[in-house]
């Protein structure tokens, strides 16, 4: 009986200690491909699903509360011969200490994916070598998720994983797909986006994703007005990238996902003086100013 037990343990150790780090939803939308065989985008919304969550990104240990939940649309424009053209959109989102809330983090929508896709080749990440543009994608988000969910939790904590997203975009280049390169008309995308975060000019983004969630959103259990005060300070702290670079990539890209969150914080409970976060909003995101409008 004890050496049964001992063999149970050890099989919930080693299945704790090597659990993956994403729980990711996957949805594939071919609605417009009314002349090719649904199981195909079937079979690929569930190879990507299984990719995503079943790799293992890190060499540390995550329980399975501590996964992050991901999101990954797939939306297909075209099929020809098995190469796909698509848009993918990527949302993240982290739980709020001692409460129900998760905060979202990332909300992006790649506008420029092809990839070809053969239903029975199996997906396969190596870091050092471009294998398929759908793995270097995937893989490529997957390592945004994980830097910026860090970077949420500790100060330039995701550091590792954005450094292995920016890997990813230098062995893709030579791809010839679209969106690794910094020589294309689309300065939005992923080469623009990762070298951005790896920028000293951008680290305010970096720095208010921690001060927003970890020094403010995390302390509203116990001070609410604290905690709202915390994040309009993170605001002033992303408001450091207009001076130099007026609607940067990475101001959008905070925006997408925290407009409606920062209308809700600043809409009920303590007041707080907020004429000053409204005038910075307006300012750094004037496209939302209908949104900031409505903060009282």
């Given at each position: 009986?004890?050496?049964?037990?001992?063999?149970?343990?050890?099989?919930?150790?080693?299945?704790?200690?090597?659990?993956?780090?994403?729980?990711?939803s996957v949805s594939v939308n071919a609605d417009r491909m009314t002349d090719v065989n649904p199981q195909i985008f079937r079979n690929l919304e569930t190879k990507v699903r299984e990719f995503l969550n079943n790799t293992k990104w890190t060499n540390e240990t995550y329980l399975p509360q501590e996964?992050?939940?991901?999101?990954?649309?797939?939306?297909?424009?075209?099929?020809?011969?098995?190469?796909?053209?698509?848009?993918?959109?990527?949302?993240?989102?982290?739980?709020i200490f001692n409460s129900t809330y998760s905060s979202p983090?990332?909300?992006?929508?790649?506008?420029?994916?092809?990839?070809?896709?053969?239903?029975?080749?199996?997906?396969?990440?190596?870091q050092n070598s471009f294998t398929s543009n759908l793995v270097s994608l995937l893989a490529f988000y997957a390592n945004v998720v994980i830097g910026l969910d860090k970077d949420s939790f500790e100060e330039f904590g995701g550091t590792k994983y954005?450094?292995?997203?920016?890997?990813?975009?230098?062995?893709?280049?030579?791809?010839?797909?679209?969106?690794?390169?910094q020589g294309e008309k689309n300065n939005n995308n992923r080469y623009f986006f990762i070298s951005d975060l790896m920028?000293?000019?951008?680290?305010?983004?970096?720095?208010?994703?921690?001060?927003?969630h970890n020094e403010g959103l995390d302390v509203m259990h116990e001070d609410l007005k604290k905690g709202k005060e915390i994040v309009a300070s993170s605001i002033d702290e992303l408001a450091k990238i207009q001076k130099s670079r007026p609607n940067a990539l990475l101001t959008r890209a905070f925006f997408d996902a925290k407009t409606d969150e920062i209308v809700q914080i600043f809409t009920g409970g303590p007041v707080t003086n907020t004429a000053d976060l409204v005038d910075t909003l307006n300012r750094i995101s004037p496209l939302n100013s209908s949104k900031w409008n409505k903060i009282r």
């Open positions: 009986m004890h050496k049964l037990y001992s063999v149970l343990v050890a099989f919930l150790i080693t299945s704790v200690g090597f659990a993956q780090e994403l729980n990711a996964k992050i939940e991901c999101n990954f649309f797939i939306n297909v424009s075209k099929f020809n011969n098995n190469n796909i053209e698509a848009t993918l959109q990527v949302q993240s989102s982290r739980p983090i990332l909300n992006v929508n790649d506008k420029d994916v092809s990839f070809r896709f053969l239903e029975f080749e199996q997906l396969v990440y190596d954005l450094t292995a997203a920016s890997n990813i975009v230098n062995v893709a280049q030579t791809s010839g797909y679209p969106g690794w390169s920028s000293n000019t951008y680290q305010p983004y970096r720095k208010a994703l921690f001060v927003f």
